[in-house]
């Protein structure tokens, strides 16, 4: 969706948007010069919402939680590969590395 469409979703105005952008918060795609945001774009957006409204977190404390949440959607993808690659394994190679997971 473009700008003016995401702002009416979640009722801000292009400012805020290009606030949130300048500072990361939202990295939207770019087409023809133009910012397209995605589902991912507007859930994301809604947390910064409840994180600067109802919470009141400020400027400094939402930067910190949009790394955190990259850093935990980073860690989730390489959890994911790893599975995959312990799935690959014989079943044997997959036992000694779950009974070395469940040691921990």
Do not use: Y
Request: hydrophobic share 45%; with cysteine.
């Amino acid at each position: 969706m473009k700008d003016t469409e995401f702002c009416s979703n979640l009722e801000i105005e292009i400012a805020v948007l290009d606030f949130w952008v300048d500072h990361h918060w939202l990295v939207p795609e770019e087409q023809n010069g133009m910012r397209i945001f995605h589902e991912a774009d507007l859930a994301r957006a809604r947390l910064i919402q409840d994180l600067v409204g109802p919470m009141g977190v400020n400027v400094d404390g939402v930067d910190v939680a949009m790394r955190l949440l990259d850093q935990i959607h980073g860690l989730r993808g390489r959890l994911t590969v790893l599975m995959e690659a312990i799935r690959t394994q014989d079943q044997d190679v997959q036992r000694r590395i779950l009974a070395l997971i469940d040691k921990e």
